[in-house]
């Protein structure tokens, strides 16, 4: 045989093996009571130099629990250490592939945007076929928008929802983590109600703005997650020394600052440089056009349950921090309303972790926007990112009923500052000047 044919050979060999679906018969998650920075400092240390445990929550002294994985083979080694240590845990799941099973995707029926419901998780295909389908049937509200590029060669696409010029617009950021799947179904599912709702508030919040709605924004690392690894969060850019950037720690706001790695094997890579990954320039681009006319920004992640405030490495109140919290904490009592799912609002820093490089940081940095949030959405250390197809519907419509209250509390504080309004004050203004002159 020729030596290109064996080559040939080769890479055909080792890419099928590379992507087989991962598997996780009798893999455990454990949920770790974290009761004093000790126990911190201990997984921690765990999580840096064990890498038989995939830690699915980062250890700090700020949450109460950490989520972790382990194989069959590797389980009684963490529980050794753990009763070693005096640290309370419990078993969230005992054989996680089953609920990884629980969560097949199902098949979208083209020109049928129906056929996407909220029982079920889909593939980025058909998340691309949905969206086509959804501008063609409303096509004088609905344009499919292309935000940005990936590193592997595709779109990411978007939809733009428009019911008329000169509106200010609300951004919305969803799957820049790959492997959680509640973010782009929630997204798809507010794309939805804002084109089908017939709910008075809803419909006034489409009518209102112009939406630019992004379900996928890390489409390399979704695919990978739904086709090879369930767990797979960063991009997919192939580096020497490991595979892939995690994209919201490359955006160019205090890049590498707090909670970001310059190894590109670490979960939390922040790249080689602020904006080195084509997923956030290529975004970035698209934000900056219509970065002065956008009121909020949203950005949908999981999981605890949670609504964030930039900025990252700071609890500093700083611009209109009070104003923010303030809504946002009256948002998520709107949100809790239909189903009593609680969150807790406030700084990044106060409520999580340190961490920079974010979108949410780099929009309210640079584009100076009044209302940025990162949500965590459900659940709350049980299911994490497996979370059970049953709860999409639940999560979406109480998380519809966080935004519409979002809107509504801003209208009440006086902060949207639509064209029309600030038109009729400048106008106001200038009339009153006027007038004024000649009395
Ligand atoms: O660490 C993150 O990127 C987010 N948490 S997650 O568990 N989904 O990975 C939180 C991001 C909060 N925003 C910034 N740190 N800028
Ligand atoms: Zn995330």
Redesign the pocket.
């Given at each position: 045989m020729k030596l290109v044919t064996y080559f040939v050979l080769l890479v055909y060999f080792s890419n099928s093996v590379l992507s087989e679906k991962l598997r996780y018969d009798n893999y455990t998650v454990f949920k770790i009571h974290v009761e004093n920075s000790v126990q911190v400092k201990l997984l921690r240390d765990l999580q840096d130099t064990d890498f038989r445990f995939d830690f699915w929550?980062h250890p700090d002294h700020r949450s109460k629990f950490v989520q972790v994985m382990a194989s069959p083979e590797d389980r009684a080694d963490l529980q050794k250490l753990l009763t070693e240590n005096n640290m309370n845990a419990e078993i969230s799941m005992s054989n996680v592939q089953e609920f990884i099973n629980k969560q097949t995707l199902k098949r979208y029926t083209r020109n049928n945007i129906g056929s996407m419901t909220w029982d079920a998780y889909y593939s980025l295909d058909d998340i691309y076929a949905w969206i086509d389908d959804v501008v063609a049937q409303y096509p004088n509200v609905a344009t499919k928008v292309i935000g940005g590029q990936t590193y592997e060669g595709r779109e990411i696409v978007g939809i733009k929802i428009s019911h008329g010029e000169g509106k200010k617009n609300i951004f919305i950021e969803g799957g820049i983590?790959a492997r959680?799947w509640i973010s782009p179904a929630t997204v798809c599912y507010i794309i939805n109600e804002l084109l089908t709702s017939q709910v008075q508030e809803i419909m006034a919040a489409a009518i209102d703005f112009e939406w630019h709605i992004f379900p996928v924004a890390n489409p390399d690392g979704y695919v990978f997650s739904v086709e090879s690894e369930r767990f797979w969060r960063k991009n997919r850019r192939v580096f020497s020394e490991g595979i892939g950037v995690d994209l919201?720690r490359n955006w160019n706001s205090n890049w590498l600052v707090h909670?970001a790695s310059t190894s590109p094997s670490s979960e939390v890579y922040a790249g080689p440089g602020p904006f080195s990954e084509i997923e956030t320039r290529s975004m970035a681009r698209y934000m900056r056009e219509i970065g002065d006319q956008m009121e909020i920004f949203l950005t949908f992640?999981?999981y605890?349950q949670m609504l964030?405030l930039?900025f990252?490495n700071t609890s500093e109140p700083l611009a209109n921090y009070d104003e923010a919290m303030n809504i946002g904490r009256r948002a998520m009592g709107a949100l809790s309303v239909r189903y009593g799912t609680e969150y807790v609002t406030g700084n990044?820093v106060e409520v999580?972790y340190e961490?920079?490089?974010?979108t949410?940081?780099w929009v309210k940095e640079h584009l100076h926007v009044p209302i940025v949030y990162?949500y965590?959405l459900r659940d709350r250390f049980q299911y994490g990112f497996l979370l059970p197809p049953e709860q999409i519907l639940p999560t979406g419509q109480e998380t519809m009923d966080s935004v519409v209250d979002i809107i509504h509390q801003m209208r009440r504080f006086g902060i949207l500052t639509s064209a029309g309004m600030a038109f009729k004050a400048s106008t106001m203004l200038i009339l009153g000047m006027v007038i004024s002159f000649f009395v």
């Amino acid at each position: 045989m020729k030596l290109v044919t064996y080559f040939v050979l080769l890479v055909y060999f080792s890419n099928s093996v590379l992507s087989e679906k991962l598997r996780y018969d009798n893999y455990t998650v454990f949920k770790i009571h974290v009761e004093n920075s000790v126990q911190v400092k201990l997984l921690r240390d765990l999580q840096d130099t064990d890498f038989r445990f995939d830690f699915w929550t980062h250890p700090d002294h700020r949450s109460k629990f950490v989520q972790v994985m382990a194989s069959p083979e590797d389980r009684a080694d963490l529980q050794k250490l753990l009763t070693e240590n005096n640290m309370n845990a419990e078993i969230s799941m005992s054989n996680v592939q089953e609920f990884i099973n629980k969560q097949t995707l199902k098949r979208y029926t083209r020109n049928n945007i129906g056929s996407m419901t909220w029982d079920a998780y889909y593939s980025l295909d058909d998340i691309y076929a949905w969206i086509d389908d959804v501008v063609a049937q409303y096509p004088n509200v609905a344009t499919k928008v292309i935000g940005g590029q990936t590193y592997e060669g595709r779109e990411i696409v978007g939809i733009k929802i428009s019911h008329g010029e000169g509106k200010k617009n609300i951004f919305i950021e969803g799957g820049i983590h790959a492997r959680e799947w509640i973010s782009p179904a929630t997204v798809c599912y507010i794309i939805n109600e804002l084109l089908t709702s017939q709910v008075q508030e809803i419909m006034a919040a489409a009518i209102d703005f112009e939406w630019h709605i992004f379900p996928v924004a890390n489409p390399d690392g979704y695919v990978f997650s739904v086709e090879s690894e369930r767990f797979w969060r960063k991009n997919r850019r192939v580096f020497s020394e490991g595979i892939g950037v995690d994209l919201n720690r490359n955006w160019n706001s205090n890049w590498l600052v707090h909670g970001a790695s310059t190894s590109p094997s670490s979960e939390v890579y922040a790249g080689p440089g602020p904006f080195s990954e084509i997923e956030t320039r290529s975004m970035a681009r698209y934000m900056r056009e219509i970065g002065d006319q956008m009121e909020i920004f949203l950005t949908f992640h999981s999981y605890g349950q949670m609504l964030l405030l930039p900025f990252g490495n700071t609890s500093e109140p700083l611009a209109n921090y009070d104003e923010a919290m303030n809504i946002g904490r009256r948002a998520m009592g709107a949100l809790s309303v239909r189903y009593g799912t609680e969150y807790v609002t406030g700084n990044i820093v106060e409520v999580l972790y340190e961490a920079t490089g974010g979108t949410d940081e780099w929009v309210k940095e640079h584009l100076h926007v009044p209302i940025v949030y990162c949500y965590e959405l459900r659940d709350r250390f049980q299911y994490g990112f497996l979370l059970p197809p049953e709860q999409i519907l639940p999560t979406g419509q109480e998380t519809m009923d966080s935004v519409v209250d979002i809107i509504h509390q801003m209208r009440r504080f006086g902060i949207l500052t639509s064209a029309g309004m600030a038109f009729k004050a400048s106008t106001m203004l200038i009339l009153g000047m006027v007038i004024s002159f000649f009395v």
